[in-house]
């Protein structure tokens, strides 16, 4: 499996970015995929979730109304549509994925910062 992650940047508090994460080497049926971010000094968090079949999403609550999660399956893509954004949101944003049946994420893209300046 791998994850490709892109879309990160610079933007002005309020403003937009939307993250691309595109998946290859299975079909992804019955797996969930998750964008999570970590700050300078600060643990990995997880932002919000969504599963490929059902499309069913989870948002972390400091997101929730701002972020949107949602997948494309003809092109195995996932994006994360952030919307007025804070300083607070600048981190390092990783997409990983599991099946529904493993406890841990066991596959990681590469990051990509985004940086929300005030």
């Known amino acids: 499996v791998q994850l490709q992650a892109s879309g990160g940047g610079l933007v002005q508090a309020g403003g937009s970015l939307r993250l691309s994460c595109a998946a290859s080497g299975r079909t992804f049926t019955n797996w969930i995929m998750g964008w999570f971010r970590q700050a300078p000094g600060k643990e990995r968090e997880i932002v919000a979730t969504?599963?490929?079949?059902?499309?069913?999403?989870f948002y972390a609550d400091s997101v929730k109304g701002r972020f949107t999660i949602s997948r494309d399956h003809s092109k195995n893509t996932v994006y994360l549509q952030m919307s007025s954004l804070k300083p607070e949101d600048t981190a390092v944003y990783y997409c990983?994925?599991?099946?529904?049946?493993?406890?841990?994420?066991?596959?990681w893209g590469q990051g990509t910062q985004v940086t929300v300046s005030s």
């Open positions: 990983a994925t599991r099946s529904m049946a493993a406890r841990t994420y066991n596959y």
């Open positions: 969504i599963t490929w079949n059902l499309g069913t999403t």
